[in-house]
């Protein structure tokens, strides 16, 4: 079973727009970071975010925004006011409690002029 | 700040050949793990070593080994190429393989493998 699904495959929106990027995340363990990355066309990752379980409080960075709840196993990321540069492939990613990621199919983003 | 270092940067090589995939960890790091993400794909984990010993494997071909050298440092080594070893492959290090510092896991920016 996929332990990270991110069910929007391709985003496509309108400069200014806000765009959430949904996460749903599987696990039993009690102990688990959830991340966000960002994979531009270049191809490089780019770290955005990371989360314990024991920290569900929501965290604002800019235009950034991320909401994690546990009692959903959701791990949402929102970009306010979208801009061309945004557009990317953005992954979600679990990490247990000591273990590599597992990271999601990822959700390609495009932010139109 | 030092970051992972992956080498080379781009690869090509020709079916059945084999390929050597470098990467320096951060200094201090003494764990390292490899991804594969095949173009359009999530990347997939490979193999993890900690202080030069496998620490975890995942869906890695037997084609394909690894090690960790004393220095920290990992390769990746990839025999008997197919065209479907073509993928972006990343290294990742860590202080660490449990506890808070595992979780500081920072991804080189990959190499990228074409097979033809």
């Known amino acids: 079973a996929q332990k990270v699904t991110q069910a929007q495959t391709e985003i496509s929106v309108v400069e200014k727009e806000d765009v959430t990027l949904d996460c749903v995340y599987e696990t039993r363990d009690t102990t688990y970071y959830l991340f966000w990355y960002k994979q531009p066309p270049s191809g490089e990752l780019v770290f955005l975010i990371r989360?314990?379980?024991?920290?569900?409080q929501n965290e604002i960075s800019g235009r950034y925004s991320w909401n994690f709840q546990k009692s959903t196993s959701s791990f949402n990321f929102t970009i306010t006011a979208s801009q061309v540069v945004d557009s990317a492939v953005y992954f979600c990613a679990l990490r247990e409690n000591f273990n590599k990621f597992y990271f999601g199919s990822g959700t390609k983003l495009n932010v139109k002029p | 700040a030092a970051g992972v270092i992956q080498s080379p940067r781009h690869l090509i090589k020709e079916k059945r050949e084999t390929a050597t995939l470098k990467c320096y960890p951060i200094?201090?790091?003494?764990?390292v793990y490899w991804y594969q993400q095949g173009p359009g794909q999530d990347p997939q984990f490979l193999i993890s070593f900690y202080e030069k010993m496998q620490s975890d494997k995942g869906s890695i071909p037997d084609r394909f080994s690894a090690q960790q050298f004393s220095d920290y440092h990992s390769e990746l080594n990839m025999s008997s190429l197919e065209l479907g070893d073509s993928a972006l492959y990343f290294c990742a290090s860590s202080l660490g393989w449990v506890g808070a510092g595992a979780n500081e896991q920072f991804f080189g920016p990959g190499t990228r493998l074409t097979v033809l």
């Open positions: 200094p201090r790091h003494d764990t």
């Open positions: 989360r314990n379980s024991f920290d569900e």
